[in-house]
Structure formats: structure tokens, C-alpha cells
């Protein structure tokens, strides 16, 4: 079991930065691999980035040189930081773990998924 609370959205001008937190409770955070989803207003929920359980990464082809994921398993926390924001980057972003450890991108493959976190670029 885990549970995952993210953190550091707000509202942000276009060209501005964020960084995004999630804290994961429970034993297993090392093994997890670590995702970032978003979901605009009347979309679908679309991956931002992975991180597997060993450090490597993927990010969607319209993040990719914007944003970075990390994440630091002494603290049970991954971030993404984004920056240059651009209002279509606006929506709630969600934090989720996998089981698999490996990089996925399907959401089908997560097992555990945070309550979300509000982001607003504004022009």
C-alpha cells in the first residue's frame, strides 16, 4: 500500500517554472517507478513523465527539454520541475506509482495515485 500527496501547483505566467512534489508514505517507494499525469478541462489524462527504480526517465514529446523528474528515495519523494510553462501545460497533475518498477506509460499499469494538484499557467 501506498499513499501519495502531491504538492506545489499554483498559478503561474507563461514562461514561468514550477516545481511539483509527491510524498509517498509506506516501505516500498524505492521499488515503485514514479509517474507524472495531467489532465486538462474535457481531456483525457495524459502522461508528463516517468522515473523507473533505477533512475531511468521518459517524458511526453510536449514537456520533452521543459520539465525534469527526479526523485529522492531517502524522502520517499519524486518532483518534477517545469519549466517555461505554456498555458496548454494548464490542468490537475497527478502523482502515481507502479508496482512494475520499470519505465510504463500506460495508466493502467499504476497502482496508486494521489488526489492531485492544480496547475494554471495564465498568458
Known amino acids: 500500500q501506498a499513499q501519495l500527496v502531491e504538492s506545489g501547483g499554483g498559478l503561474v505566467q507563461a514562461g514561468g517554472s514550477l516545481r511539483l512534489s509527491c510524498a509517498a508514505s509506506?516501505?516500498?517507494?524505492?521499488?515503485?517507478?514514479m509517474g507524472w499525469f495531467r489532465q486538462a478541462p474535457g481531456k483525457e489524462r495524459e502522461l508528463v513523465s516517468v522515473?523507473?527504480?533505477?533512475?531511468?526517465?521518459y517524458y511526453a514529446d510536449s514537456v520533452k527539454g521543459r520539465c525534469t523528474i527526479s526523485r529522492d528515495n531517502a524522502k520517499n519523494t519524486v518532483y518534477l520541475q517545469m519549466n517555461s510553462l505554456k498555458p496548454d501545460d494548464t490542468g490537475v497533475y497527478y502523482c502515481?506509482?507502479?508496482?512494475?518498477?520499470?519505465?510504463?506509460?500506460?495508466?493502467?499499469?499504476?497502482?496508486?495515485w494521489g488526489q492531485g494538484t492544480q496547475v494554471t499557467v495564465s498568458t
Open positions: 502515481a506509482a507502479a508496482r512494475t518498477g520499470g519505465v510504463v506509460t500506460a495508466t493502467n499499469f499504476y497502482d496508486y
Open positions: 509506506g516501505r516500498s517507494f524505492s521499488t515503485f517507478a
Open positions: 522515473i523507473s527504480r533505477w533512475g531511468g526517465t
